[in-house]
């Protein structure tokens, strides 16, 4: 029981807790539900999560209130926020309140489950990052402390977006990674690029380090959600 994640869900809506609870549950998660943000507030506080999935419009205190108050606690659990709300300037202020992600209802359930996942891999990357300095794969190495990438041993030239890019897909390797996860990781919300600037530099990466650039067997795409890197 001690090795499986365990998620707070603070949300109101009784249907979404339910469905959201059951299937996590399914995927061998360990979940704790709060119905409004002091209840979610005060349970954030007294235990140990792995992640906290936490609406933004809940009853008696917000959930952005709830985020700030957990991060000026020092609390750095990752947040996911959910809401039904699709105006940018929720998303950024969530965001710079030290949310981790956000999602706008309604949302397939595949996507969250995979969200979940990424913050747990960051979560445990951050425990391991000064372990390894440099990574491989195919006839590419690549050096993350000098940022000296070399494909066949010559030396391949990435802007710095390319480069943060590439590591960050390589940190979270095997799992599906949103465009507007990548945005937020990689350029921040503050710049609130398009999302094709992410295809853009996708593009440019596979023409750099993969065999051939039309037929990708390490930065791939996952038709319908975004990107993952496979050795």
């Known amino acids: 029981m001690e090795n ?15 469905t959201i609870q059951d299937r996590l549950e399914e995927e061998n998660y360990i979940v704790d539900t709060a119905t409004d943000g002091e209840e979610g507030f005060k349970k954030a506080l007294s235990d140990q999560y792995d992640v906290i999935i936490l609406d933004l419009m809940l009853p008696k205190m917000g959930g952005l209130d709830v985020c700030k108050d957990l991060r000026s606690r020092d609390i750095e ?4 926020m959910l809401t039904a709300k699709g105006q940018v300037i929720d998303k950024v202020l969530g965001l710079k309140l030290g949310a981790n992600d956000y999602m706008q209802k309604p949302f397939e359930m595949m996507e969250l489950l995979a969200r ?31 940022m000296v ?24 390797e095997g799992g599906i ?4 996860q990548l945005l937020n990781e990689v ?14 530099h996708i593009a440019w990466l596979r023409q ?21 890197f496979v050795q």
């Open 116 to 146: 979940i996942e990424v913050q747990l891999r960051k979560k445990s990357n951050k425990q391991e990052k000064h372990l390894e300095s440099e990574y491989s794969f195919a006839d590419v190495t690549m050096d993350f402390r000098k």
């Open 4 to 18: 499986k994640p365990r998620i707070l869900l603070v949300e109101d809506e009784e249907g979404l807790v339910m």
């Open 187 to 200: 350029w921040g919300y503050d710049a609130l690029p398009s999302t094709r600037t992410v295809d853009v």
């Open 177 to 180: 990674l949103t465009r507007d």
């Open 208 to 228: 750099k380090l993969e065999e051939d650039s039309r037929y990708p067997k390490h930065i791939l795409t996952v038709h319908g959600f975004g990107y993952k």
């Open 149 to 172: 990438i070399k494909k066949g041993g010559e030396v391949i030239t990435l802007s710095a977006k390319e480069f943060q890019l590439l590591k960050f897909l390589v940190e979270n």
């Open 77 to 80: 659990t990752p947040i996911i």
